[in-house]
């Protein structure tokens, strides 16, 4: 099993910054990919964004340009640092992490609400 731990939101206005982290536990070892998820009220859970082992990373073309994924595997951590926010921002962050056979884990989600 996977354990993902997240942390980091808030509220924040518009044009501001946060930086969400996820840290990771238990069988790391068998993770593939790891990525940023989120879910607005009334919306479905879409991609927004995404690292692999190797470091390749994709975003949602709503983020790009304001959003950077990183990850520190000396610390089992995954990053979102979050620029010029959005109120269309406002969402709960799930951080996904995807081990080679597939298998999903997720972490228990952090809001982050952008004021105009």
């Known amino acids: 099993q996977v354990q993902l731990v997240e942390s980091g939101g808030g509220l924040v206005q518009a044009g501001g910054s946060l930086r969400l982290s996820c840290t990771a536990s238990?069988?790391?070892?068998?993770?593939?990919?790891m990525g940023w998820y989120r879910q607005a009220p009334g919306k479905q859970r879409e991609l927004v964004a995404g690292i692999t082992s190797g470091g390749s990373t994709n975003y949602a073309d709503s983020v790009k340009g304001r959003f950077t994924i990183s990850r520190d595997n000396t610390k089992n951590t995954l990053y979102l640092k979050m620029d010029s926010l959005k109120p269309e921002d406002t969402a709960i962050y799930y951080c996904?992490?995807?081990?080679?056979?597939?298998?999903?884990?997720w972490g228990q989600g952090t809001q982050v609400t952008v004021s105009s």
């Open positions: 238990g069988a790391i070892f068998s993770i593939n990919a």
């Open positions: 996904n992490a995807v081990r080679r056979s597939g298998t999903n884990f």
